[in-house]
Nanobody, 125 residues
């Protein structure tokens, strides 16, 4: 049973990356799946999530209008398309699952109980 985040790398400011969160050993049905950013020296911050139950999505203020989260249930993968990246997006990016999302929805208060290893994103010229 594993979550694996991938797709990070080095990108110039204004560039784009697509992160993937692949689940193995279980299906992402009936979960909320979140993406988190941990910048150097800072606490981990939730930036987006999606519910595989009702399709609801959430974006933090810092990524609204720049990022898009989606899920491919056939592949058991959640994607985070990140556009117009800035230095503030630099950090380790993690995905995690909330097995019992309240009301089946996704929002800023989900409780995540299973985490994958992160992927490094560096935005620099």
């Amino acid at each position: 049973v594993q979550l694996q985040a991938s797709g990070g790398g080095l990108v110039q400011p204004g560039g784009s990356l697509m992160l993937s969160c692949a689940a193995s050993g279980f299906t992402l049905d009936y979960y909320a799946i979140g993406w988190f950013r941990q910048a150097p020296g800072k606490e981990r911050e939730g930036v987006s999530c999606i519910s595989s139950i009702d399709g609801s999505v959430y974006y933090g203020d810092s990524v609204k209008g720049r990022f898009t989260i989606s899920i491919d249930k056939s592949k058991n993968i959640v994607y985070l398309q990140m556009n117009n990246l800035g230095p503030e997006d630099t950090g380790i990016w993690y995905c995690a699952t909330d097995r019992y999302p309240f009301g089946g929805r996704c929002g800023p208060d989900n409780k995540y109980d299973f985490w994958g290893q992160g992927t490094q994103v560096t935005v620099s010229s």
